[in-house]
């Protein structure tokens, strides 16, 4: 996906953190010469849709099926909207700063402030989206978790139009790689994750494990940031790139071009039974919770229970460690076809709980998530009844990008007493999720529920921690082990599903796989992939009346 401007933020971690100019916009506390005094917040609903550039009377909203009904306004209204949706909906509006919006206008340079660690650097508000968009990130909660990371790293914007072509199709800009950063400053290492099928990536060769060694003549290892953010993370359709890599397991780099264009993803992939003696395993790549993944996981839960015969199979390896989130409604989906109606019956899947406002008037039924037995027509006809698989256990491979709506399944499932067994990396930590919120072709994303299991359990902003005995509850059973790029995902030799194996036949972890992570651990400086787009993050709710 080509972000606008505020996901540019690649050359935060590859420069010096603040250093030189910042090529994002984010949060701001611009400094004022005295005390801001706020006057009266207006009621979001009586600002909505004043716009600096209204849209064409008529646009429809995909989601609610009316117009939009922008009228003309200005950036002042836009941002005197942000304001009052923020206070009313955010979930902790009481611990965000007033700040006077007019210190937000074209040309002003105020100060940022990154949601990934709450460094500062200065940003000149170039466009229209800069301003509402800086001012909207700034517009956050700075206090941080009882680790020490921001409490709010999942406040941000994106362009409506692609923030629809995401969610709905998987559509974004690009080649169809995915890259792990696993030294993000100099000298940099920079990977291939995986590929999507069909792309220019997988149609030149390029697969998980290939590094990256140059991008249009400039060194990944050691060259300037905004080439590399630009090709790996936000390329211009329709523009040539040359990329030189290593692939995995060569001794001699090659060159090739690709032009970006769109790319269609595909968020379940690898669904196999795995090889003797390993026959009665499936085996399950799932990377996005988008639209089209409910269709596809149906299919794959389908394509499980008929394996050996319609025997099916009597474990699963989930594999999400690069599944950043989505739509809850599809975790609830999957959480339920693992689990089977048995263990699920008369369980939630997730309550949401909100600020004292109660801003959406939700009563506490309206405020629950069943474990759906059902398809919610994202990419199914809505009401088929979806297969189960009926498991007492599931091995799940986690990694630092394992976030939100995928975390959301790992607590679901313990919550409904099923066995969940983490194999890989501490989780990002978000139990959070917010309903987006479009106004003048903008779509903000800003913290608006928390949630918790049907056992109600929902504090793990540190992550789901594996190696743990299951207290507190985010420290599940399991094997903490390093992501291993020298096989395949789906690779029974690939080292996180070999300690799922190992653990399955032993009761324990491999022994090899606490020092293979301490190693990983030091190259990888404890950051996370943080070039993806913030979608990958997060875990979003549709209000029924917007299906």
């Given at each position: 996906m080509?972000?606008?401007?505020?996901?540019?933020?690649?050359s935060?971690?590859?420069?010096?953190?603040?250093?030189?100019?910042?090529?994002?916009?984010?949060?701001?506390?611009?400094?004022?010469?005295?005390?801001?005094?706020?006057?009266?917040?207006?009621?979001?609903?009586?600002?909505?849709?004043?716009?600096?550039?209204p849209?064409?009377?008529?646009?429809?909203?995909?989601?609610?099926?009316?117009?939009?009904?922008?009228?003309?306004?200005?950036?002042?209204?836009?941002?005197?909207w942000?304001?009052?949706?923020?206070?009313?909906?955010?979930l902790?509006?009481?611990?965000?700063?007033?700040?006077?919006?007019?210190?937000?206008?074209?040309?002003?340079?105020?100060?940022?402030?990154?949601?990934?660690?709450?460094?500062?650097?200065?940003?000149?508000?170039?466009?229209?989206?800069?301003?509402?968009d800086?001012?909207?990130n700034s517009?956050?909660?700075?206090?941080?978790?009882?680790?020490?990371?921001?409490?709010?790293?999942?406040?941000f914007?994106?362009?409506?139009?692609?923030?629809?072509?995401?969610?709905?199709?998987?559509?974004?800009?690009?080649?169809?790689?995915?890259?792990?950063?696993?030294?993000?400053r100099?000298?940099?290492?920079?990977?291939?994750?995986y590929?999507?099928?069909?792309?220019?990536?997988?149609?030149?060769?390029?697969?998980?494990?290939?590094?990256?060694?140059?991008?249009?003549?400039?060194?990944?290892?050691?060259?300037?940031?905004?080439?590399?953010?630009?090709?790996?993370?936000?390329?211009?359709?329709?523009?040539?790139?040359?990329?030189?890599?290593?692939?995995?397991?060569?001794s001699?780099?090659?060159?090739?071009?690709?032009?970006?264009?769109?790319?269609?993803?595909?968020?379940?992939?690898?669904?196999?039974?795995?090889?003797?003696p390993?026959?009665?395993?499936?085996?399950?790549?799932?990377?996005?919770?988008?639209?089209?993944?409910?269709?596809?996981?149906?299919?794959?839960?389908?394509?499980?229970?008929?394996?050996?015969?319609?025997?099916?199979?009597?474990?699963?390896?989930?594999?999400?460690?690069?599944?950043?989130?989505?739509?809850l409604?599809?975790?609830?989906?999957?959480?339920?076809?693992?689990?089977?109606?048995?263990?699920?019956?008369?369980?939630?899947?997730?309550?949401?709980?909100?600020?004292?406002?109660?801003?959406?008037?939700?009563?506490?039924?309206?405020?629950?998530?069943?474990?759906?037995?059902?398809?919610?027509?994202?990419?199914?006809?809505?009401?088929?009844?979806?297969?189960q698989?009926?498991?007492?256990?599931?091995?799940?491979?986690?990694?630092?990008?394992?976030?939100?709506?995928?975390?959301?399944?790992?607590?679901?499932?313990?919550?409904?007493?099923?066995?969940?067994?983490?194999?890989?990396?501490?989780?990002?930590?978000?139990?959070?999720?917010?309903?987006?919120?479009?106004n003048?072709?903008?779509?903000?994303?800003?913290?608006?529920?928390?949630?918790?299991?049907?056992?109600?359990?929902?504090?793990?902003?540190?992550?789901?921690?594996?190696?743990?005995?299951?207290?507190p509850?985010?420290?599940?059973?399991?094997?903490?082990?390093?992501?291993?790029?020298?096989q395949?995902?789906?690779?029974?030799?690939?080292?996180?599903?070999?300690?799922?194996?190992?653990?399955?036949?032993?009761?324990?972890?491999?022994?090899?796989?606490?020092?293979?992570?301490?190693?990983?651990?030091?190259?990888?400086?404890?950051?996370?992939?943080?070039?993806?787009?913030?979608?990958?993050?997060?875990?979003?709710?549709?209000?029924?009346?917007?299906r």
């Amino acid at each position: 996906m080509q972000k606008v401007a505020s996901v540019m933020i690649l050359s935060a971690v590859l420069s010096a953190c603040g250093g030189g100019g910042a090529s994002a916009p984010g949060p701001s506390t611009p400094d004022a010469t005295a005390p801001y005094v706020e006057p009266p917040i207006p009621v979001s609903f009586n600002v909505a849709q004043q716009c600096e550039s209204p849209r064409p009377s008529g646009t429809i909203d995909p989601y609610t099926r009316r117009p939009y009904g922008d009228v003309q306004g200005s950036l002042t209204t836009e941002k005197l909207w942000i304001r009052a949706f923020v206070n009313e909906t955010y979930l902790w509006y009481d611990e965000v700063a007033p700040l006077d919006p007019s210190l937000f206008t074209l040309g002003a340079t105020v100060p940022y402030v990154d949601p990934w660690d709450n460094s500062r650097a200065m940003f000149e508000l170039k466009t229209n989206f800069d301003v509402v968009d800086t001012y909207f990130n700034s517009q956050r909660s700075l206090l941080l978790t009882p680790s020490g990371k921001p409490k709010d790293q999942f406040h941000f914007t994106y362009a409506t139009s692609e923030w629809l072509a995401q969610s709905t199709s998987g559509s974004s800009v690009g080649f169809g790689f995915h890259v792990e950063l696993l030294a993000s400053r100099s000298p940099r290492n920079v990977v291939v994750a995986y590929t999507e099928p069909g792309s220019a990536a997988s149609a030149n060769g390029l697969q998980r494990g290939a590094k990256f060694l140059s991008i249009n003549g400039v060194d990944v290892v050691n060259g300037g940031p905004d080439m590399l953010n630009e090709g790996l993370f936000s390329p211009v359709q329709g523009k040539l790139y040359t990329f030189e890599v290593l692939d995995r397991g060569a001794s001699t780099p090659r060159s090739f071009s690709m032009t970006a264009g769109a790319v269609t993803s595909t968020p379940v992939q690898n669904v196999r039974t795995l090889a003797a003696p390993y026959s009665d395993v499936g085996y399950l790549q799932f990377n996005d919770h988008i639209g089209t993944a409910e269709a596809q996981l149906v299919a794959a839960i389908n394509q499980l229970k008929a394996a050996n015969g319609g025997a099916g199979v009597s474990d699963l390896v989930l594999d999400l460690r690069y599944n950043g989130g989505g739509y809850l409604d599809i975790a609830s989906e999957l959480a339920f076809m693992i689990a089977g109606a048995s263990a699920t019956a008369g369980k939630v899947f997730e309550r949401s709980s909100y600020n004292n406002k109660n801003p959406f008037g939700q009563s506490a039924a309206q405020a629950t998530i069943p474990f759906h037995r059902v398809s919610q027509g994202f990419s199914t006809p809505t009401g088929q009844s979806l297969p189960q698989l009926g498991l007492p256990r599931v091995f799940v491979i986690t990694g630092k990008g394992t976030c939100s709506a995928s975390e959301a399944v790992i607590n679901g499932l313990t919550g409904a007493g099923v066995q969940v067994i983490l194999i890989g990396d501490t989780t990002c930590g978000k139990p959070y999720g917010f309903y987006p919120e479009d106004n003048c072709s903008v779509t903000y994303f800003t913290i608006q529920f928390k949630g918790v299991n049907h056992l109600g359990f929902g504090d793990y902003a540190d992550g789901f921690i594996p190696g743990g005995t299951g207290s507190p509850a985010n420290h599940l059973k399991g094997c903490v082990v390093a992501d291993d790029f020298t096989q395949l995902l789906g690779d029974t030799a690939e080292a996180r599903l070999a300690a799922a194996l190992h653990y399955r036949a032993n009761g324990a972890c491999p022994a090899r796989a606490a020092s293979a992570q301490r190693s990983a651990s030091l190259a990888v400086s404890g950051l996370p992939l943080r070039g993806r787009s913030p979608l990958r993050e997060n875990r979003f709710l549709l209000p029924k009346t917007r299906r």
